[in-house]
Protein backbone atom coordinates (compact mmCIF):
# COMPACT_ATOMS: atom_id res chain seq x y z
CA UNK A 1 0.00 0.00 0.00
CA UNK A 2 1.37 3.17 -0.92
CA UNK A 3 0.84 5.61 2.45
CA UNK A 4 1.75 9.50 2.17
CA UNK A 5 4.59 10.02 4.73
CA UNK A 6 2.61 10.96 8.15
CA UNK A 7 1.70 14.20 9.37
CA UNK A 8 4.21 15.60 11.56
CA UNK A 9 0.85 16.36 13.99
CA UNK A 10 -0.11 12.96 15.14
CA UNK A 11 -0.16 12.26 18.73
CA UNK A 12 2.98 9.83 19.18
CA UNK A 13 3.97 9.00 22.83
CA UNK A 14 7.58 6.36 22.63
CA UNK A 15 7.83 4.92 25.71
CA UNK A 16 10.65 2.30 24.30
CA UNK A 17 14.13 2.57 26.56
CA UNK A 18 12.04 2.95 29.74
CA UNK A 19 10.63 -0.34 31.98
CA UNK A 20 7.06 -0.77 32.70
CA UNK A 21 7.19 -0.37 36.42
CA UNK A 22 5.98 -3.70 37.83
CA UNK A 23 4.96 -1.78 41.13
CA UNK A 24 1.77 -1.13 40.28
CA UNK A 25 0.78 -4.21 38.04
CA UNK A 26 -2.01 -4.76 39.66
CA UNK A 27 -4.18 -2.34 39.42
CA UNK A 28 -4.84 -2.01 35.88
CA UNK A 29 -5.95 -3.80 32.45
CA UNK A 30 -2.75 -5.92 32.67
CA UNK A 31 -2.93 -6.99 35.81
CA UNK A 32 -6.63 -8.52 36.00
CA UNK A 33 -5.78 -9.98 33.26
CA UNK A 34 -2.95 -12.37 34.61
CA UNK A 35 -5.44 -12.24 37.60
CA UNK A 36 -7.60 -14.47 35.74
CA UNK A 37 -5.18 -17.17 34.93
CA UNK A 38 -5.66 -19.39 38.10
CA UNK A 39 -9.68 -19.04 37.48
CA UNK A 40 -8.95 -20.08 33.75
CA UNK A 41 -6.62 -22.96 34.62
CA UNK A 42 -9.28 -24.69 37.11
CA UNK A 43 -11.82 -24.28 34.58
CA UNK A 44 -10.83 -25.22 31.25
CA UNK A 45 -6.63 -26.31 32.13
CA UNK A 46 -3.30 -25.72 30.36
CA UNK A 47 -5.55 -25.24 27.21
CA UNK A 48 -7.69 -22.78 28.40
CA UNK A 49 -4.83 -20.54 29.33
CA UNK A 50 -3.19 -21.18 26.01
CA UNK A 51 -6.34 -20.19 24.49
CA UNK A 52 -6.52 -17.00 26.31
CA UNK A 53 -2.74 -15.70 25.97
CA UNK A 54 -2.75 -16.30 22.30
CA UNK A 55 -6.17 -14.17 22.02
CA UNK A 56 -4.08 -11.68 24.08
CA UNK A 57 -1.29 -11.55 21.91
CA UNK A 58 -3.62 -10.82 18.28
CA UNK A 59 -5.96 -8.02 18.81
CA UNK A 60 -6.25 -7.03 22.14
CA UNK A 61 -8.67 -4.25 21.59
CA UNK A 62 -11.18 -5.13 24.26
CA UNK A 63 -8.20 -4.95 26.89
CA UNK A 64 -9.19 -1.36 28.53
CA UNK A 65 -12.70 -3.20 30.01
CA UNK A 66 -10.72 -5.24 31.83
CA UNK A 67 -9.04 -3.29 33.85
CA UNK A 68 -9.46 -1.21 37.08
CA UNK A 69 -7.21 1.88 35.64
CA UNK A 70 -4.60 2.11 38.11
CA UNK A 71 -1.16 3.84 38.08
CA UNK A 72 2.16 2.03 37.54
CA UNK A 73 5.24 3.27 38.83
CA UNK A 74 7.33 5.51 37.06
CA UNK A 75 9.29 3.86 34.56
CA UNK A 76 12.67 3.24 34.69
CA UNK A 77 15.51 2.86 32.25
CA UNK A 78 16.95 -0.72 31.30
CA UNK A 79 20.05 -1.35 29.78
CA UNK A 80 20.49 -2.68 26.52
CA UNK A 81 16.89 -1.29 25.39
CA UNK A 82 16.14 0.30 22.27
CA UNK A 83 15.92 4.04 23.15
CA UNK A 84 13.00 5.67 21.68
CA UNK A 85 12.81 9.31 19.79
CA UNK A 86 12.21 12.22 21.26
CA UNK A 87 9.49 13.98 19.42
CA UNK A 88 7.02 12.40 16.55
CA UNK A 89 9.53 12.72 13.65
CA UNK A 90 12.23 10.98 15.61
CA UNK A 91 9.81 7.96 17.15
CA UNK A 92 8.06 7.50 13.51
CA UNK A 93 11.46 7.49 11.96
CA UNK A 94 13.17 5.15 14.44
CA UNK A 95 12.98 2.31 11.91
CA UNK A 96 10.78 1.25 8.79
CA UNK A 97 8.32 -0.57 11.16
CA UNK A 98 7.60 2.64 13.00
CA UNK A 99 7.16 4.26 9.79
CA UNK A 100 4.90 1.87 8.29
CA UNK A 101 2.55 2.56 11.64
CA UNK A 102 2.73 5.64 11.74
CA UNK A 103 2.03 6.12 7.78
CA UNK A 104 -1.14 3.84 8.66
CA UNK A 105 -2.13 5.74 11.79
CA UNK A 106 -1.72 9.27 10.12
CA UNK A 107 -3.78 7.75 6.90
CA UNK A 108 -6.63 6.17 9.29
CA UNK A 109 -6.64 9.44 11.25
CA UNK A 110 -7.38 11.47 8.45
CA UNK A 111 -9.84 9.14 7.04
CA UNK A 112 -12.60 8.63 10.03
CA UNK A 113 -12.01 12.80 10.71
CA UNK A 114 -13.49 12.59 7.41
CA UNK A 115 -15.81 10.09 7.82
CA UNK A 116 -17.34 11.51 11.34
CA UNK A 117 -16.69 15.22 11.26
CA UNK A 118 -17.44 16.86 14.49
CA UNK A 119 -17.88 13.97 16.25
CA UNK A 120 -14.22 12.54 15.44
CA UNK A 121 -11.24 12.82 18.23
CA UNK A 122 -7.98 12.38 17.21
CA UNK A 123 -6.40 8.90 19.04
CA UNK A 124 -2.90 8.81 19.98
CA UNK A 125 -0.33 6.32 18.81
CA UNK A 126 2.10 4.79 22.00
CA UNK A 127 5.33 2.44 20.93
CA UNK A 128 6.58 0.39 23.67
CA UNK A 129 9.00 -2.43 23.41
CA UNK A 130 8.63 -5.25 26.02
CA UNK A 131 6.85 -3.51 28.93
CA UNK A 132 5.36 -0.40 28.94
CA UNK A 133 2.25 1.29 30.72
CA UNK A 134 -1.16 2.99 29.56
CA UNK A 135 -3.68 4.20 31.20
CA UNK A 136 -5.46 0.58 30.94
CA UNK A 137 -2.56 -1.21 33.06
CA UNK A 138 0.26 -2.96 32.14
CA UNK A 139 1.56 -2.96 28.28
CA UNK A 140 2.95 -6.15 27.23
CA UNK A 141 4.96 -7.49 24.40
CA UNK A 142 2.72 -10.69 24.45
CA UNK A 143 -0.88 -8.86 24.30
CA UNK A 144 0.03 -7.97 20.96
CA UNK A 145 -1.44 -4.42 19.87
CA UNK A 146 -4.18 -3.22 21.71
CA UNK A 147 -6.88 0.22 22.38
CA UNK A 148 -6.85 1.55 25.53
CA UNK A 149 -10.40 3.75 25.37
CA UNK A 150 -9.00 4.93 29.08
CA UNK A 151 -6.29 7.22 27.02
CA UNK A 152 -7.49 6.61 23.57
CA UNK A 153 -3.94 5.32 22.54
CA UNK A 154 -3.21 2.40 20.13
CA UNK A 155 -0.22 0.42 21.65
CA UNK A 156 2.47 -0.99 19.61
CA UNK A 157 5.38 -2.97 19.93
CA UNK A 158 6.80 -3.28 16.85
CA UNK A 159 8.04 -6.81 17.20
CA UNK A 160 4.98 -7.88 16.39
CA UNK A 161 4.83 -7.31 13.04
CA UNK A 162 8.37 -9.43 12.80
CA UNK A 163 6.01 -12.26 14.08
CA UNK A 164 3.06 -11.57 12.45
CA UNK A 165 4.85 -12.09 9.38
CA UNK A 166 7.41 -14.62 10.84
CA UNK A 167 5.63 -17.22 13.14
CA UNK A 168 1.73 -16.84 11.18
CA UNK A 169 2.78 -15.95 7.84
CA UNK A 170 1.33 -13.03 7.52
CA UNK A 171 3.91 -11.09 5.31
CA UNK A 172 3.23 -7.80 3.09
CA UNK A 173 2.91 -3.72 4.10
CA UNK A 174 -0.82 -4.31 4.21
CA UNK A 175 -0.76 -6.88 6.54
CA UNK A 176 1.01 -4.48 9.10
CA UNK A 177 -1.75 -1.86 7.77
CA UNK A 178 -4.37 -3.89 8.64
CA UNK A 179 -3.41 -4.19 12.17
CA UNK A 180 -3.44 -0.33 12.70
CA UNK A 181 -6.56 0.10 11.18
CA UNK A 182 -7.92 -2.21 13.06
CA UNK A 183 -6.95 -0.81 16.85
CA UNK A 184 -8.27 2.15 15.19
CA UNK A 185 -11.34 0.86 14.45
CA UNK A 186 -11.34 0.27 18.23
CA UNK A 187 -10.95 4.11 18.90
CA UNK A 188 -14.15 4.65 16.59
CA UNK A 189 -16.15 2.59 18.32
CA UNK A 190 -15.13 4.05 21.95
CA UNK A 191 -16.45 7.50 20.32
CA UNK A 192 -19.40 5.94 18.63
CA UNK A 193 -20.62 3.97 21.92
CA UNK A 194 -20.22 1.00 20.83
CA UNK A 195 -17.26 -0.19 23.42
CA UNK A 196 -19.46 1.04 25.96
CA UNK A 197 -22.81 -0.83 25.03
CA UNK A 198 -20.25 -3.84 24.77
CA UNK A 199 -18.79 -3.54 28.02
CA UNK A 200 -22.60 -3.30 29.96
CA UNK A 201 -23.39 -6.57 28.05
CA UNK A 202 -20.12 -8.46 29.48
CA UNK A 203 -21.02 -7.04 33.24
CA UNK A 204 -24.54 -8.16 33.30
CA UNK A 205 -24.85 -10.92 31.08
CA UNK A 206 -22.79 -14.61 31.03
CA UNK A 207 -19.30 -15.22 30.25
CA UNK A 208 -21.01 -16.40 27.04
CA UNK A 209 -23.38 -13.38 25.86
CA UNK A 210 -20.41 -11.82 26.93
CA UNK A 211 -17.56 -13.63 24.88
CA UNK A 212 -20.51 -13.53 22.25
CA UNK A 213 -20.44 -9.19 22.05
CA UNK A 214 -16.85 -9.09 21.97
CA UNK A 215 -16.21 -11.28 18.62
CA UNK A 216 -19.46 -8.69 17.32
CA UNK A 217 -17.03 -5.93 18.49
CA UNK A 218 -13.81 -7.59 17.06
CA UNK A 219 -15.62 -8.09 13.75
CA UNK A 220 -16.78 -4.66 13.29
CA UNK A 221 -13.41 -3.33 14.06
CA UNK A 222 -11.82 -6.01 11.08
CA UNK A 223 -15.32 -4.00 8.83
CA UNK A 224 -13.90 -0.67 10.03
CA UNK A 225 -10.69 -1.41 8.81
CA UNK A 226 -11.29 -2.79 5.69
CA UNK A 227 -13.49 0.91 5.40
CA UNK A 228 -10.31 2.67 5.59
CA UNK A 229 -8.55 0.81 2.42
CA UNK A 230 -12.08 1.07 0.92
CA UNK A 231 -11.47 5.24 1.54
CA UNK A 232 -7.60 5.09 0.36
CA UNK A 233 -8.35 1.89 -2.89
CA UNK A 234 -6.28 4.42 -4.91
CA UNK A 235 -3.26 4.06 -2.59
CA UNK A 236 -3.75 -0.05 -2.62
CA UNK A 237 -1.42 -2.61 -4.21
CA UNK A 238 -1.78 -5.98 -6.45
CA UNK A 239 -2.00 -8.41 -3.75
CA UNK A 240 -2.70 -5.90 -0.93
CA UNK A 241 -6.25 -7.43 -0.47
CA UNK A 242 -5.10 -11.33 -0.43
CA UNK A 243 -2.66 -10.10 2.60
CA UNK A 244 -5.22 -9.23 4.60
CA UNK A 245 -7.00 -12.04 4.28
CA UNK A 246 -4.32 -13.65 5.19
CA UNK A 247 -3.85 -12.01 8.30
CA UNK A 248 -7.43 -12.21 8.98
CA UNK A 249 -7.15 -15.92 8.60
CA UNK A 250 -4.26 -16.02 10.95
CA UNK A 251 -5.53 -14.38 13.63
CA UNK A 252 -9.18 -15.96 13.88
CA UNK A 253 -10.02 -17.98 17.43
CA UNK A 254 -10.76 -21.43 15.41
CA UNK A 255 -7.22 -20.82 13.86
CA UNK A 256 -5.46 -19.82 17.14
CA UNK A 257 -6.83 -22.59 19.09
CA UNK A 258 -6.76 -25.45 16.40
CA UNK A 259 -2.85 -24.38 17.09
CA UNK A 260 -2.62 -23.84 21.09
CA UNK A 261 -5.09 -27.31 21.98
CA UNK A 262 -5.77 -28.97 18.84
CA UNK A 263 -9.53 -28.13 19.17
CA UNK A 264 -11.77 -25.86 18.87
CA UNK A 265 -14.05 -24.16 21.53
CA UNK A 266 -16.77 -22.24 20.03
CA UNK A 267 -18.61 -21.03 23.05
CA UNK A 268 -14.96 -19.53 24.38
CA UNK A 269 -14.33 -17.41 21.09
CA UNK A 270 -13.72 -13.64 21.73
CA UNK A 271 -12.54 -12.10 17.74
CA UNK A 272 -14.39 -14.79 15.50
CA UNK A 273 -13.18 -17.12 13.50
CA UNK A 274 -11.26 -17.13 10.43
CA UNK A 275 -13.99 -17.01 8.10
CA UNK A 276 -16.00 -14.39 9.66
CA UNK A 277 -12.70 -12.05 9.96
CA UNK A 278 -12.32 -12.39 6.79
CA UNK A 279 -15.54 -11.79 5.50
CA UNK A 280 -16.20 -8.52 7.21
CA UNK A 281 -12.50 -7.00 6.76
CA UNK A 282 -13.80 -7.73 2.69
CA UNK A 283 -17.13 -6.27 3.53
CA UNK A 284 -15.66 -3.23 5.00
CA UNK A 285 -13.51 -3.26 1.71
CA UNK A 286 -16.35 -4.01 -0.52
CA UNK A 287 -18.35 -1.16 0.74
CA UNK A 288 -16.44 1.21 1.97
CA UNK A 289 -19.55 2.40 3.75
CA UNK A 290 -18.98 2.41 7.88
CA UNK A 291 -22.75 1.85 8.13
CA UNK A 292 -22.08 -1.66 6.50
CA UNK A 293 -20.48 -2.98 9.46
CA UNK A 294 -22.86 -4.00 11.55
CA UNK A 295 -22.21 -6.73 13.01
CA UNK A 296 -24.84 -6.37 15.92
CA UNK A 297 -27.73 -7.50 13.89
CA UNK A 298 -28.11 -10.19 12.08
CA UNK A 299 -25.93 -13.28 11.63
CA UNK A 300 -22.18 -13.02 11.48
Given at each position: ?????????????????????????????????????????????????????????????????????????????????????????????????????????????????????????????????????????????????????????????????????????????????????????????????????????????????????????????????????????????????????????????????????????????????SAQRMAWLRKGMETGDPNQCDTFSGAL
Amino acid sequence: MRLDDFDPNIDVEDQRGQGGGFGGFGGGGGGLIFGLLPLVFSRFGCGGVAIMLAVLFFFGGGLGMLGGGGQLSAPTAQVGQQRGGTDTVSSCRLNAQSLAACNAFSSADKTWAALLGPRFEAPKLVFYARNGQSGCGAAQSAMGPFYCPRDQGIYLDTTFFDELANRFGAKGDFAQDYVIAHEFGHHIQNLLGTSDQVASIQRRGSAAEGNRASVKLELQADCYAGVWAAQNKDRLDPGDLEEGMTAAHAIGDDTLQQEAQGRVVPDSFTHGTSAQRMAWLRKGMETGDPNQCDTFSGAL
